[in-house]
T-cell receptor, first 115, second 113 residues
Framework: DQQVKQNSPSLSVQEGRISILNCDYT??????FLWYKKYPAEGPTFLIS?????DKNEDGRFTVFLNKSAKHLSLHIVPSQPGDSAVYFC??????????????FGGGTRLMVKP | ETGVTQSPTHLIKTRGQQVTLRCSSQ?????VSWYQQALGQGPQFIFQ???????GRGNFPPRFSGLQFPNYSSELNVNALELDDSALYLC????????????FGQGTRLTVV
């Protein structure tokens, strides 16, 4: 049962344009959502997060939107730069009696920003 | 401030063997979580250690076990290795067990042949 899904395995965008990465989840108990960026041969790097009580969080070129009724979140990158090319993971946080504070990850979306 | 470091970076083991992976948490972080990332998938939660105690566990069999030491570094042990255990193993640390913004190491690539 995949509780966090990223339905687009890859996305190609022109430099300077907007990149929109999408994520859907099924568990309404998730209380925090995060986006991580991963380059090859490196661990995931934290990018931006949003609490379940908010609908938007912005940090520079990165904005995360949360639509709780649709159980959907998205990451907007404006403007996209070639250095943004990486795999992006959506993750959801849940404090579970059996599993502690665990992150549940989506399968990732590979973003390619073309110069 | 040192980040999360993992060793070794790559490892090849034979089916049935045992393996130990190591992780040093970020300075000041007392909580360590381990994740398994199979090829083409997102990381999956294995377990979490908080102040030397297992604080939670994902859907992994008992042959996956761990330890956390007084300096908050951690080990992941896997017994009776199976081919499907081939994956990238990621360690993440947080300042405490309630914090969600985890800092990840570069991972250990385990190949079971």
């Amino acid at each position: 049962d995949q509780q966090v899904k990223q339905n687009s395995p890859s996305l190609s965008v022109q430099e300077g344009r907007i990149s929109i990465l999408n994520c859907d989840y099924t568990n309404s108990m998730f209380d925090y959502f995060l986006w991580y960026k991963k380059y090859p041969a490196e661990g995931p790097t934290f990018l931006i997060s949003i609490s379940s009580i908010k609908d938007k969080n912005e940090d520079g070129r990165f904005t995360v939107f949360l639509n709780k009724s649709a159980k959907h979140l998205s990451l907007h990158i404006v403007p996209s730069q070639p250095g943004d090319s990486a795999v992006y993971f959506c993750a959801a946080s849940l404090i579970d009696d059996n599993a502690g504070n665990m992150l549940t990850f989506g399968g990732g979306t590979r973003l390619m920003v073309k110069p | 401030e040192t980040g999360v470091t993992q060793s070794p970076t790559h490892l090849i083991k034979t089916r049935g063997q045992q393996v130990t992976l190591r992780c040093s948490s970020q300075s000041g972080h007392n909580t360590v979580s381990w994740y398994q990332q199979a090829l083409g998938q997102g990381p999956q939660f294995i377990f979490q250690y908080y102040r030397e105690e297992e604080n939670g566990r994902g859907n992994f069999p008992p042959r996956f076990s761990g330890l956390q030491f007084p300096n908050y570094s951690s080990e992941l042990n896997v017994n009776a290795l199976e081919l499907d255990d081939s994956a990238l193993y990621l360690c993440a640390s947080t300042p405490d067990s309630m914090n969600t913004e985890a800092f990840f190491g570069q991972g250990t690539r385990l190949t079971v042949v």
